[in-house]
């Protein structure tokens, strides 16, 4: 008798030690879960920063390749490059420098460029042709008035800056 209560003995302890045991892991598996997912969330954050960093990068290395593909001696010469290629140069009125203004890292020049007669579409390639030209180019403002001779002409008055690194 003494040996059946032993074995009962051993066997219900076995089952509460296997028991303890399940609730355990039980416990262990769900702080992985949490953890699994609190790490599943810091990887999509990653991504979208990822993603965000090579927009940028992109972005800069554009800038950078800009800046070294042209050598400018100012913003009239600039002005000028961009409306030969154009072939728009007897169409530019005037080109006045504007200024200089120190930053950081750069110094940019501004002139304002007074162009008569052009029509809308090359208006737009005049456009085009200041965003990706060779150099950092950037349209301050610009104001578009139809040329009193003939309205289906524009008259475009534009500050244009020339940045340059120093």
């Known amino acids: ?7 009962r003995l051993v066997i219900i302890s076995g089952f509460a030690l296997l028991s303890v045991l399940c ?6 598996s769900l702080s992985m879960k ?14 979208v920063l990822a993603d965000e960093y090579q927009g940028l990068k992109r972005t800069v290395d ?3 390749g800009k800046k ?5 001696e100012g913003i009239v010469q600039a002005v000028d490059e961009v409306f030969r290629s154009l072939g728009l140069n007897q169409k530019v009125k005037s080109v006045k420098s504007a200024g200089t203004r120190e930053k950081k890292y750069a110094v940019e020049e501004e002139a304002d460029v007074v162009v008569e007669k052009v029509t809308m579409n090359e208006m737009v390639n005049i456009l085009y042709k200041i965003e990706h030209a060779p150099m950092i ?4 403002k610009t104001a578009v008035k139809t ?7 524009l008259n475009v ?10």
């Open 1 to 7: 008798m003494n040996m059946k209560v032993d074995r």
């Open 23 to 28: 609730l355990i892991l039980f416990e262990v």
């Open 34 to 47: 949490k953890d699994r997912n609190a790490l599943r969330s810091q990887e999509k954050e990653l991504f």
């Open 62 to 64: 554009s800038v950078e």
């Open 68 to 72: 070294s593909l042209t050598k400018v």
């Open 137 to 140: 180019l950037s349209v301050k």
């Open 147 to 153: 040329s009193f001779d003939n309205p289906s002409l």
């Open 157 to 166: 008055t534009m500050t244009i800056g020339l940045i340059t690194p120093k």
